[in-house]
């Protein structure tokens, strides 16, 4: 069989030949760690959306608890209760019985694998509520449910 291949001339190497052994697999690689980043990226928006929804929520639940119509947990208590059931943490609540006002700071976990590993494990978000009287809601029928006795030593927040 020698013999036979002796008078074809050898085809000429292009130099790139196996240039596609190489490129490929770093190809690869790059594009899922892009899709992963993205996917993480996806994960963070969503935790930060959570986190905010999850802060207004617990400044609502709050200021509801200040209500003295009935007998309730403490603003602090109401707002750990809700931010809890959400699955977050309260990091700081500014709400005292009393003041009609609610501050707080509530986190919630980054799910993903790269961003956790990178120091973005938790995401936070504030959230503030005031506790208005029903003169100061427009008419409706917000306004005709929301009747409380408002206690007297208590001056209107301005």
Not at 58 to 87: C, K, Y
């Amino acid at each position: 069989m020698s013999a036979e291949l002796e008078g074809v001339p050898a085809a000429p190497v292009a130099p790139d030949a196996g240039s596609v052994a190489f490129t490929f697999p770093l190809l690869l690689w790059v594009s899922v760690l892009v899709a992963l980043l993205a996917i993480d990226l996806g994960g963070y928006l969503i935790a930060t959306s959570r986190a905010q929804s999850l802060a207004d929520a617990a400044a609502l639940a709050a200021v509801s608890a200040d209500v003295q119509t009935v007998a309730r947990p403490s603003p602090a208590a109401a707002a750990q209760r809700v931010t809890a059931a959400g699955d977050g943490q309260l990091e700081s609540c500014s709400c005292r019985s009393g003041r009609e006002t609610a501050e707080v700071t509530v986190s919630v976990a980054v799910p993903g694998l790269l961003l956790p590993t990178l120091g973005a494990g938790r995401v936070a978000a504030d959230a503030a509520a005031i506790l208005a009287p029903p003169a100061d809601l427009p008419p409706g029928p917000t306004r005709g449910r929301a009747e409380w006795p408002r206690p007297p030593d208590l001056e209107p927040i301005s």
